[in-house]
T-cell receptor
């Protein structure tokens, strides 16, 4: 199993550009999430999904869109990038049972100029 | 809302014990976790404890939970240079939703030779 994979590893955008961060998992996990990690602030939940076709907002959803057309994939879209979105983005997945071990991807480091 | 707090930095000498502390506010927390993040990587679950336990030991790791004071600690015995990483405390309620995992800001552990 590859686990949770994310592409790209690094990205530089100009303000106003759009892009999609890709996330895929091969563990047949129901739950998938996107977090952003900023210095001194831990991980903050952006959006999450409890299954194909179902998504919901997390703590910091503004400026981001998600969709979940398959169990495996959960892309995160930035429609019009802003410098405040400079961060490291992590995708995670977990099974639907009660215990909440999340499996994390390696992260995407995004810089918005 | 839920809040999880940790000190940002800890330095120890190789071979000493490290103690990383965490406090949380949500009295309905059912599961408490320690995740480890090595440089340039995603988070990996290190250990966890259920709220009805006071202590859990796993090789060099000891987790102590004081539910009355809402205080969680992670002790690493015989700390090695490979233990240098960021350690995140996290808590969740019992329903298992992806939304309900709250992370602290992370403690950067530096192990000095």
């Amino acid at each position: 199993n590859a686990g949770v994979t994310q592409t790209p590893k690094f990205q530089v955008l100009k303000t106003g550009q759009s892009m999609t961060l890709q996330c895929a998992q091969d563990m047949n996990h129901e739950y998938m999430s996107w977090y952003r990690q900023d210095p001194g602030m831990g991980l903050r939940l952006i959006h999450y999904s409890v299954g194909a076709g179902i998504t919901d907002q997390g703590e910091v959803p503004n400026g981001y869109n998600v969709s979940r057309s398959t169990t495996e994939d959960f892309p995160l879209r930035l429609l019009s990038a802003a410098p405040s979105q400079t961060s490291v983005y992590f995708c995670a997945s977990k099974t639907g049972n009660t215990f909440n071990e999340q499996f994390f991807g390696p992260g995407t480091r995004l810089t918005v100029l | 809302g839920e809040d999880v707090e940790q000190s940002l930095f800890l330095s120890v000498r190789e071979g000493d014990s490290s103690v990383i502390n965490c406090t949380y506010t949500d009295s309905s927390s059912t599961y408490l976790y320690w995740y480890k993040q090595e440089p340039g990587a995603g988070l990996q679950l290190l250990t966890y404890i259920f709220s009805n336990m006071d202590m859990k030991q796993d090789q060099r790791l000891t987790v102590l939970l004081n539910k009355k004071d809402k205080h969680l600690s992670l002790r690493i015995a015989d700390t090695q240079t490979g233990d240098s990483a960021i350690y995140f405390c996290a808590e969740s309620e019992s329903s298992g939703s992806a939304r309900q995992l709250t992370f602290g800001s992370g403690t950067q552990l530096t192990v000095l030779p």
